[in-house]
């Protein structure tokens, strides 16, 4: 079995970005943060842009791209997103024409060693998608920015051994922030983002139909506490099964999470 692991860049409003690496294959998920934190954060794992096979673009949001132009100036690795984001992409990061491999939600490739399938998320974006990678057998899932979790998506990720989760708000935070009141609705409705309850909800299926780690992610940072979250889905799945749960901080994690088979798992405090 080949090492795989999994290793936060940056989680949040204001960047996101994921490495993803099983055997020779590394792929990053979204370029929402600068390219020289990304290099910088791939240095310290001994990587450089030469190794990624390929990015997994989940939508337009800026979050998400941010650091798009640049990576395409620097890197020729293939950029995957969906038709209507590739098209949305092009509008916005022109530079961006003619290097997009677009797909279609629900498509199965292969990046690489790794298999890829892209799913279709409720969220206001061009068309915004997960995903999950598989290698030797193992499945590895991608579900943030989605206002809830429809039953297809939650069919999706079942018997994924690692999941990447959005827990993005407290309900009680939101309401009581600062976000106007528009913002506010966006942000709870079906195409905004899901809050901790939902996430928890959402864990407690996973872990009793097999998922082992759960790596929660995209925490808002005005109305959110990683405790909160952290706190939340640790009393859902309380008692159903051995699992990790780990929230990704808004800077890039400490260490890789190694995703071994056999690897012990416990509860993360």
């Not at 797909?103 to 799913?119: L, N, S």
């Amino acid at each position: 079995m080949e090492q795989r692991f999994y290793y936060s860049i940056a989680s949040g409003s204001s960047g996101n970005c994921g490495l993803y690496v099983a055997g020779d294959t590394a792929v990053l998920i979204d370029l929402g943060v600068s390219l020289r934190r990304i290099t910088t954060a791939l240095a310290g794992l001994g990587l450089t842009l030469d190794r990624i096979a390929g990015v997994l673009i989940t939508h337009e949001h800026i979050d998400h791209v941010k650091g798009l132009d640049m990576f395409l100036k620097k890197s020729s690795a293939p950029i995957y997103a969906s038709r209507e984001t590739a098209l949305a992409l092009s509008i916005k990061n022109p530079a961006s024409q003619g290097r997009v491999t677009v797909f279609q939600a629900g498509e199965d490739f292969a990046v690489g060693a790794i298999g890829v399938h892209a799913f279709e998320t409720p969220h206001d974006a061009a068309q915004s998608v997960g995903y999950v990678l598989s290698h030797e057998g193992r499945r590895f899932g991608f579900a943030t920015d989605l206002g809830f979790v429809p039953v297809d998506i939650a069919d999706r990720l079942r018997g994924c051994d690692t999941v990447v989760l959005e827990s993005n708000h407290d309900p009680h935070m939101l309401q009581a922030g600062p976000y106007p009141y528009p913002l506010k609705q966006r942000v709870a409705g079906p195409n905004g983002h899901l809050s901790n309850p939902d996430c928890a909800i959402c864990a407690a299926d996973l872990v009793k139909n097999g998922t082992k780690t759960l790596i929660l992610a995209h925490l808002s940072e005005k109305n959110n506490m990683p405790e909160l979250a952290l706190q939340q889905t640790k009393s859902a799945v309380r008692g159903l099964a051995p699992c990790r749960i780990i929230v990704a901080p808004k800077g890039h994690m400490e260490a890789p999470i190694l995703l071994e088979e056999g690897e012990q798992c416990c509860l993360f405090d």
